[in-house]
């Protein structure tokens, strides 16, 4: 499958998806003028590659910064995800924080609530 | 469509405010990720990382908020921003973010009801609606279910400041303060 791409902005992360060289990760800032503009070819993305592969995935996720509407967007990443893993593929998401910041924590362990998929945070 | 300025009054009232940065115009993206990365750079000079990092997400909320829904809309490169004023505030207690723009009648019952509800929430009450709000499936641009007020609510002090002057018989101002306490 195609890898994806898209380079990060002052207010969108960076994306990297390669299932070739096995690297999948978000890294970066998240308040988009449009969220769902720019969320939609990763949420497709992501769906493609959920439906058509078998793989192990570690997605290491590490945010500077997300507004409230980049978080539903990378719940909906991590909801595919789930699915993925429930059909029978290892999955981790690790989430990078800062250490110096435990809203960060706080804001990402919300994110987790209720969605069945392994992970781990991990300190910066 | 030109207003009062607002900025005056807002200035007199707080002697023992300093004032950041104030802008009054249309709020374009660009505009906001400037004035972020000014929150980032001046107040990390002599403030903690975690109330910089705060002060960051209640400005960026309260921002995008005057871009995509002040009544007062803009157009260029077939996008519209809305025009509105951003004042940055510091007094002992901590930093003021003060928004303002205008709002059609709707609008204003809208906040009402909003800042009425999450003022009277407690902070596990806030965060359980804001939970719930986002797990709504629909990503309707429309008014994006306020999910943005609930953060603003969350991440500062509560109550939020919200006031409306009467513009005329279809419009307002709306003026919403928010503080995030610490030095």
């Known amino acids: 499958m195609k890898s994806l791409t898209i380079e990060s902005t002052r207010c969108t992360p960076e994306i990297l ?34 439906k058509n592969n078998q793989n192990e995935v570690e997605l290491n996720v590490q945010m500077k910064y997300f507004d409230s509407t980049s978080s539903k967007f990378l719940i909906m990443i991590f909801e595919k995800f789930e699915i993925f893993h429930r059909k029978g593929n290892q999955v981790i998401i690790n989430w990078l924080y800062d250490e110096e910041d435990l809203d960060d924590l706080e804001n990402a362990e919300e994110l987790f609530i209720g969605i069945k998929v392994p992970y781990r945070f991990i300190r910066k | 469509m030109a207003y009062p300025l607002h900025i005056k009054a807002i200035f007199a009232e707080e002697s023992d405010s300093e004032i950041i940065f104030a802008f009054n115009g249309v709020i374009t993206q660009d505009l906001i990720v400037s004035l972020g990365e000014t929150i980032r750079c001046e107040l990390s000079l002599y403030t903690n990382c975690k109330l910089v990092n705060r002060v960051f997400a209640v400005f960026i909320e309260i921002a995008q ?13 077939d996008k519209s921003y809305g025009k509105g004023q951003l004042i940055l505030m510091k007094n002992p207690m901590g930093y003021e973010i003060v928004a303002s723009n205008r709002v059609t009648s709707s609008q204003k019952k809208f906040l009402s009801e909003r800042s009425h509800l999450v003022n009277n929430l407690n902070c596990e009450e806030l965060k359980d609606l804001y939970i719930k709000t986002r797990r709504q499936k629909e990503i309707d ?17 509560l109550p939020l400041e919200v006031e409306f002057e009467d513009l005329n018989d279809f419009y307002y101002i709306y003026r919403l303060k928010a503080m995030v306490n610490g030095t």
């Open chain 1, 17 to 50: 998806f390669d299932p070739g060289k096995g690297i999948y990760s978000i890294s970066g800032s998240s308040y988009p003028e449009n969220s769902f503009e720019f969320y939609k070819p990763i949420i497709e993305w992501v769906d493609s590659f959920v």
């Open chain 2, 65 to 77: 908020n005057v871009m995509h829904y002040s009544d007062e809309k803009f157009y260029f490169d």
């Open chain 2, 141 to 157: 641009s429309a008014k994006g279910a306020g999910l943005g007020f609930i953060d603003i609510a969350r991440k500062s002090g």
